[in-house]
């Protein structure tokens, strides 16, 4: 006998009060990247993105406990989406092919989620301004080595291992978060900054990662 299977029930639309919170939290992330951008992390105050929105203070630490959170906003929510696409991998796919199909699919949509929040060339500028400013280049490396633990451990579940007593979990993670990192500094130091230029530059160069990993480039 077949068990008919029930649609998915879908989300509930966000009600006014939501929309108008989700309005001003990316309000608050555009004014602060431009300013940060235009005049310097270090040199643009919370007081001045308030203003610039027209909320208080207190509203901006409503969304962000610091200036440092909203730089990065746009990065934490990339990353979110591409844990989920990794969590929804085939269980049979290797650990890099998991990795590798979970970016680029996540890419398919995350593209529409940053420009629903700022324009492409903010995220470029923002990208370069992290790589220039030593405070922050800091926290970005900090960011990726938890996010890297992260990644390890859901690998090592769908591997079945202990990451703690098998390396391999985190050298391949290593090894696919140093393409992610050279992708992400090719695309911001090359002319074309569209998202479409990072995910063809994501694609190609983890095509190549297996053969970087070979024992002889010469054969």
């Known amino acids: 006998m077949t068990v008919p299977v029930s649609a998915p029930v879908p989300a ?3 009600g006014l009060r939501e929309r108008k919170k989700q309005r001003t939290r990316d309000a608050l992330i555009r004014v602060a990247l431009e300013l940060f951008t235009r005049h310097g992390y ?3 105050t919370v007081d001045e993105i308030v203003d610039a929105v027209e909320v208080s203070q207190r509203t901006f630490f409503r969304y962000f406990s610091s200036k440092e959170e909203a730089v990065f906003a746009v990065q934490q929510m990339t990353e979110e989406r591409f844990v989920h696409a990794l969590g ?4 049979d796919e290797a650990p890099i092919d998991a990795m590798r199909n979970a970016v680029l699919s996540a890419w398919d949509t ?6 629903e929040v700022i324009p492409v060339d903010l995220h470029l500028r923002t990208y370069r301004m992290i790589e220039s400013t030593p405070a922050l280049l800091a926290v970005h490396l ?3 080595t938890e996010m890297e633990e992260t990644i390890a451990r859901i690998i090592a579940a769908r591997e079945g291992l202990d990451v703690d007593e098998d390396p391999r979990p985190r050298i391949a993670v290593a090894a696919f978060s140093g393409v992610m990192r050279v992708t992400g500094q090719m695309w911001g130091r090359g002319t074309d900054g569209s998202l479409e230029a990072i995910r063809a530059l994501t694609e190609q ?3 190549q990662l297996g053969p970087a990993l070979a024992p002889r480039w010469r054969d």
């Open 88 to 91: 929804q991998r085939p269980p």
């Open 142 to 144: 900090r960011r990726s």
């Open 110 to 115: 995350i593209g529409e989620a940053i420009e």
């Open 12 to 14: 509930p639309a966000p």
């Open 205 to 207: 160069y983890l095509d």
């Open 42 to 44: 270090e040199a643009t």
